[in-house]
C-alpha cells in the first residue's frame, strides 16, 4: 500500500486510531473544505472538531510550503473528502478497494502535486 502526501503526515496527528485529521486550508476560500472534513472525521472518530481544525491549517501550511500546486490539490481532496459517510471514509483509510476507494482520484492528484 503506498502512502500518500496527507495521510502520512497526518497519520502523526492521530496515531492512535491511524486516521487522518485534515489537508485542507483552513482560510477564507477553504473553509467549507475543512470545516466539512473535519466533521466527518468528528463523526466518524474520537477526534473533535477543533482538533482537526488545528491540523488543517498546519498541514495546509507544510503543503504551500512545498508549491501553490500541492495546496490546491489537498484543498480539492478535501472537497472528495468532506462528503464521505462513515463506511466511505473507511474505505478511504484501507484504500478498499484498491483501484477505486473512495477519493482515490483526489489522492492521485495530492501525490503528483506533493511529490508523494
Partial sequence: MRASFSKVANALTVASF????????????????????CGVVEECTDVSFSDCMNGCAEEISQAGAVSPQCANAIRDQNVCLGALTCPEFEAWLQEVPPDTYP???ADDAVDDACGG
Avoid: E, Q
Fill in 18 to 37: 491511524a486516521l487522518i485529521c485534515t489537508f485542507v486550508a483552513c482560510g477564507d476560500d477553504s473553509d467549507n473544505a475543512c470545516s466539512s472534513w
Fill in 103 to 105: 477519493c482515490k482520484a
